[in-house]
C-alpha cells in the first residue's frame, strides 16, 4: 500500500525532471544565440572620444578635411591613446587633420572638445558642429578592462558627405603650397578668379600640424600666424594705385616724359633725401616706362600731381584699409594715412608705397583682380553657395587697360622680366617694402612683392606673391609667382 503512494510521486519527479532537462537543452541548443547576446550585451563597454564635425570640401568636393586614416590604441585600461602601448588593441579612424593637411591656415584648427578655434573652423563653428559622437564598442570584463579576444567596433568612422563647400581649388591649393615650400619659407600667397572674385587658393608659410599646434605655439617663427591676412609695408605695388590716381585725373600723362637722376632733387622743406633705387638715375622716360622700371622719381611727381588725399581715396576705392572676408579677429585692416593736410613728405613716401601704407596679400591680389576686371571690384567669396555680390566700378575702362599694359610691360622689358618667357602670358607689378625694423643679424628687413593676374589677353586668375625679409620682389617672388602659374596651366590650360 506504502510502495502504491510512493509510485505517483515518483513517476511526477520523474516527469519534472525530464521536462526540466528538454527546457535546459532548448536553452542550450535552440536559445544559444539570444543567451550570447545577452551575456555580451551585460560584458559590453564603450568610449566616446570625439565629437563628430561636418566636412570641409572645395569647389569640386574633394574633401580638404578628414583625408588620412590614422590607428588609434584602446588600451587595457579601456581608454583611448594616439600613441601605441603595451597589450592595447587598435582601430582605424579618419583624422580631421594631419601634418599634411591642404589650406591649414585657411581652415584653421580645433579644441580639445572640438569647437573650431581658427580660421574656417572658427568662423563656421555655427555650421560644422553638430550634437553627434565618435565611439568605439568593445567586450570588457568586470573591471571594465577589454578581453583578450574581443572585437572592436566604431560608430560613424567614415567621414560624411555633409559639409560646407568653399571656393578653394584643392589642386591649385596644392600647387601653390609645393612652390612656396620650395622658395618662400615666410610668405603668403593668394590666388583669386576674377570673373568671380572667388578666392581659389590661400597659402602661408611657415606651416603647421593642424592636428596638434603644441610646438607652432611655442615657435619664433609664429606658424599659427596667416600672413596671407596680415598687414605688411606695401612698397612698390602701391604704385598701381598711384597710376590709377594720375590717369584718373589726367589720362594725358601717360604720354608725358619723366626725368629720374636717382635723386629726388626738386626743394622739398624736409632734409630727407628722396632716392630712386637705381642710384645713376633712369634718365627720361615715358610714365609707362617708370611704371615698368619701378622707378621711384616718376611716381614722386605723380603723387605730387594728384595729392595726398586723391592717393588715400583710390587705396579704399580698391579695398585697402578694410577687412574682406570677416575672418573672426585674424583678418588685419591694413592702413592707410589719415590726415587733414599731407605734407609733401607724406605724398612722397605714400606714392611709392611707403611710410605709414600697410596692406595684406589677399588686398593685393584684390587690386590686381580688380585692373583685369577693367576696373571693376567685387565682393571676395570663400564659400560656395555665394550670398549676393557687391560690384562697383574702381576705376575707367580706360584707366584699367592703360594699367594692364603697363603690368605686362614691367614682365616684358621692366622689373620682373624673368618671367617674360612663361607661357601663361604674366602680367604684374614688383615691389620692394623698406620696414625700418631691424633683424638679429643687424639688417634691416625688406618685404618682396609680385601681384599680378594670367593670362594677359584674356585675364583668368589674379595672384600675390609675398615674402617676408625676402629684400625685393624681382628676386624672391617673380620666379615662384611664374613657377605657380605654369603648374596650373599644366592641369587647367589657359588658354583653350
Given at each position: 500500500?506504502?510502495?502504491?503512494?510512493?509510485?505517483?510521486?515518483?513517476?511526477?519527479?520523474?516527469?519534472?525532471?525530464?521536462?526540466?532537462?528538454?527546457?535546459?537543452?532548448?536553452?542550450?541548443?535552440?536559445?544559444c544565440s539570444q543567451s550570447r547576446s545577452i551575456i555580451?550585451?551585460?560584458?559590453?563597454?564603450?568610449?566616446?572620444?570625439?565629437?563628430?564635425?561636418?566636412?570641409?570640401?572645395?569647389?569640386?568636393?574633394?574633401?580638404?578635411?578628414?583625408?588620412?586614416?590614422?590607428?588609434?590604441?584602446?588600451?587595457?585600461?579601456?581608454?583611448?591613446?594616439?600613441?601605441?602601448?603595451?597589450?592595447?588593441?587598435?582601430?582605424?579612424?579618419?583624422?580631421?587633420?594631419?601634418?599634411s593637411s591642404p589650406a591649414s591656415h585657411l581652415l584653421?584648427?580645433?579644441?580639445?572638445?572640438?569647437?573650431?578655434?581658427?580660421?574656417?573652423?572658427?568662423?563656421?563653428?555655427?555650421?560644422?558642429?553638430?550634437?553627434?559622437?565618435?565611439?568605439?564598442?568593445?567586450?570588457?570584463?568586470?573591471?571594465?578592462?577589454?578581453?583578450?579576444?574581443?572585437?572592436?567596433?566604431?560608430?560613424?568612422?567614415?567621414?560624411?558627405?555633409?559639409?560646407?563647400?568653399?571656393?578653394?581649388?584643392?589642386?591649385?591649393?596644392?600647387?601653390?603650397?609645393?612652390?612656396?615650400?620650395?622658395?618662400?619659407?615666410?610668405?603668403?600667397?593668394?590666388?583669386?578668379?576674377?570673373?568671380?572674385?572667388?578666392?581659389?587658393?590661400?597659402?602661408?608659410?611657415?606651416?603647421?600640424?593642424?592636428?596638434?599646434?603644441?610646438?607652432?605655439?611655442?615657435?619664433?617663427?609664429?606658424?599659427?600666424?596667416?600672413?596671407?591676412?596680415?598687414?605688411?609695408?606695401?612698397?612698390?605695388?602701391?604704385?598701381?594705385?598711384?597710376?590709377?590716381?594720375?590717369?584718373?585725373?589726367?589720362?594725358?600723362?601717360?604720354?608725358?616724359?619723366?626725368?629720374?637722376?636717382?635723386?629726388?632733387?626738386?626743394?622739398?622743406?624736409?632734409?630727407?633725401?628722396?632716392?630712386?633705387?637705381?642710384?645713376?638715375?633712369?634718365?627720361?622716360?615715358?610714365?609707362?616706362?617708370?611704371?615698368?622700371?619701378?622707378?621711384?622719381?616718376?611716381?614722386?611727381?605723380?603723387?605730387?600731381?594728384?595729392?595726398?588725399?586723391?592717393?588715400?581715396?583710390?587705396?579704399?576705392?580698391?579695398?585697402?584699409?578694410?577687412?574682406?572676408?570677416?575672418?573672426?579677429?585674424?583678418?588685419?585692416?591694413?592702413n592707410i594715412m589719415k590726415k587733414d593736410e599731407y605734407?609733401?613728405?607724406?605724398?612722397?613716401?605714400?606714392?611709392?608705397?611707403?611710410?605709414?601704407?600697410?596692406?595684406?596679400?589677399?588686398?593685393?591680389?584684390?587690386?590686381?583682380?580688380?585692373?583685369?576686371?577693367?576696373?571693376?571690384?567685387?565682393?571676395?567669396?570663400?564659400?560656395?553657395?555665394?550670398?549676393?555680390?557687391?560690384?562697383?566700378?574702381?576705376?575707367?575702362?580706360?584707366?584699367?587697360?592703360?594699367?594692364?599694359?603697363?603690368?605686362?610691360?614691367?614682365?616684358?622689358?621692366?622689373?620682373?622680366?624673368?618671367?617674360?618667357?612663361?607661357?601663361?602670358?604674366?602680367?604684374?607689378?614688383?615691389?620692394?617694402?623698406?620696414?625700418?625694423?631691424?633683424?638679429?643679424?643687424?639688417?634691416?628687413?625688406?618685404?618682396?612683392?609680385?601681384?599680378?593676374?594670367?593670362?594677359?589677353?584674356?585675364?583668368?586668375?589674379?595672384?600675390?606673391?609675398?615674402?617676408?625679409?625676402?629684400?625685393?620682389?624681382?628676386?624672391?617672388?617673380?620666379?615662384?609667382?611664374?613657377?605657380?602659374?605654369?603648374?596650373?596651366?599644366?592641369?587647367?590650360?589657359?588658354?583653350?
Amino acid at each position: 500500500m506504502k510502495k502504491l503512494r510512493i509510485l505517483p510521486l515518483f513517476v511526477c519527479t520523474v516527469f519534472i525532471l525530464i521536462v526540466l532537462s528538454i527546457r535546459i537543452l532548448y536553452i542550450g541548443i535552440s536559445d544559444c544565440s539570444q543567451s550570447r547576446s545577452i551575456i555580451k550585451q551585460q560584458s559590453s563597454a564603450s568610449v566616446v572620444f570625439s565629437s563628430v564635425r561636418k566636412e570641409i570640401f572645395d569647389r569640386n568636393m574633394i574633401p580638404l578635411t578628414s583625408r588620412k586614416i590614422s590607428v588609434l590604441n584602446l588600451t587595457p585600461k579601456g581608454k583611448i591613446s594616439e600613441k601605441y602601448i603595451s597589450d592595447s588593441k587598435i582601430f582605424p579612424m579618419f583624422s580631421r587633420y594631419s601634418k599634411s593637411s591642404p589650406a591649414s591656415h585657411l581652415l584653421g584648427y580645433n579644441a580639445t572638445d572640438g569647437s573650431g578655434l581658427s580660421g574656417v573652423e572658427k568662423k563656421l563653428d555655427n555650421i560644422l558642429k553638430t550634437d553627434k559622437t565618435l565611439s568605439i564598442f568593445y567586450e570588457s570584463d568586470a573591471g571594465g578592462n577589454p578581453l583578450d579576444n574581443t572585437d572592436i567596433t566604431t560608430d560613424n568612422i567614415n567621414p560624411s558627405q555633409d559639409g560646407i563647400k568653399l571656393t578653394i581649388d584643392y589642386h591649385i591649393q596644392r600647387i601653390a603650397e609645393t612652390v612656396m615650400d620650395e622658395y618662400i619659407p615666410k610668405g603668403a600667397t593668394v590666388i583669386i578668379d576674377i570673373n568671380t572674385f572667388e578666392v581659389i587658393a590661400m597659402v602661408s608659410r611657415p606651416d603647421f600640424d593642424s592636428s596638434d599646434i603644441s610646438e607652432a605655439m611655442i615657435s619664433e617663427d609664429a606658424p599659427l600666424l596667416n600672413r596671407a591676412i596680415c598687414e605688411y609695408n606695401a612698397g612698390s605695388v602701391f604704385k598701381i594705385i598711384t597710376a590709377c590716381s594720375l590717369l584718373e585725373k589726367d589720362f594725358k600723362d601717360t604720354n608725358s616724359y619723366y626725368y629720374c637722376t636717382g635723386t629726388y632733387d626738386k626743394r622739398l622743406p624736409s632734409s630727407h633725401v628722396f632716392n630712386c633705387h637705381k642710384k645713376d638715375g633712369h634718365g627720361y622716360q615715358l610714365f609707362s616706362e617708370g611704371f615698368a622700371n619701378s622707378c621711384n622719381c616718376t611716381f614722386y611727381d605723380a603723387g605730387l600731381k594728384v595729392g595726398g588725399e586723391a592717393l588715400c581715396n583710390m587705396a579704399k576705392k580698391f579695398g585697402f584699409g578694410k577687412t574682406h572676408l570677416n575672418f573672426n579677429n585674424e583678418e588685419a585692416s591694413g592702413n592707410i594715412m589719415k590726415k587733414d593736410e599731407y605734407s609733401e613728405s607724406d605724398i612722397l613716401n605714400m606714392s611709392i608705397g611707403q611710410g605709414d601704407i600697410l596692406i595684406t596679400p589677399l588686398q593685393a591680389a584684390i587690386m590686381a583682380a580688380t585692373i583685369a576686371n577693367n576696373g571693376i571690384r567685387q565682393s571676395i567669396s570663400l564659400t560656395i553657395p555665394q550670398s549676393a555680390k557687391m560690384k562697383f566700378r574702381v576705376v575707367s575702362e580706360q584707366t584699367a587697360e592703360a594699367v594692364r599694359k603697363m603690368m605686362r610691360e614691367c614682365v616684358l622689358s621692366g622689373t620682373a622680366r624673368q618671367a617674360c618667357m612663361s607661357e601663361a602670358e604674366i602680367a604684374g607689378k614688383t615691389g620692394s617694402a623698406e620696414t625700418g625694423w631691424e633683424t638679429p643679424s643687424g639688417e634691416y628687413a625688406v618685404h618682396g612683392w609680385f601681384c599680378g593676374f594670367f593670362p594677359y589677353s584674356a585675364p583668368k586668375y589674379a595672384m600675390a606673391v609675398f615674402s617676408e625679409n625676402g629684400k625685393s620682389g624681382t628676386a624672391s617672388c617673380v620666379e615662384p609667382f611664374t613657377k605657380i602659374c605654369e603648374e596650373i596651366n599644366k592641369i587647367y590650360p589657359l588658354k583653350q
